[in-house]
């Protein structure tokens, strides 16, 4: 079983830059993908970015391309997204979830452990 908690979302101006953590106990992210999900009110929850802790893959939506990084420390089981030159339609709230194997999805369906979500908010 993997236990995931977020952190670091708050309000911030357009242009400004968060970034999320994601705390994993239970077990590591070794031999894991996790992945950060958002979803905005009234919108479907939708894929943001991936890691693949095996092999070091990352993958990102076009929407954050360029804008966003994933990364990882294995040493504190953490997955970070590093979110910079942030938009309002970057408001959601942030979703961090994991699966066993090394392959990223970016279909919510695939995913079997889920974090509680942190609030990004994004003002013009």
């Known amino acids: 079983q993997v236990q995931l908690v977020e952190s670091g979302g708050g309000l911030v101006q357009a242009g400004g830059s968060l970034r999320l953590s994601c705390a994993a106990s239970?077990?590591?992210?070794?031999?894991?993908?996790s992945v950060w999900f958002r979803q905005a009110a009234g919108q479907e929850r939708e894929f943001v970015a991936g890691?693949?802790?095996?092999?070091?893959?990352?993958q990102y939506a076009d929407s954050v391309k360029g804008r966003f990084t994933i990364s990882g420390d294995s040493a504190r089981s953490t997955m970070y997204l590093q979110m910079n030159d942030l938009r309002p339609e970057d408001t959601a709230v942030y979703y961090c979830?994991?699966?066993?194997?090394?392959?990223?999805?970016?279909?919510?369906?695939?995913?079997?452990?889920w974090g509680q979500g942190t609030q990004v908010t994004v003002s013009s």
């Open positions: 979830a994991a699966r066993a194997g090394t392959t990223i999805f970016a279909s919510r369906a695939s995913y079997s452990y």
């Open positions: 239970g077990r590591t992210f070794n031999y894991y993908t």
């Open positions: 890691l693949g802790w095996g092999d070091g893959s990352r």
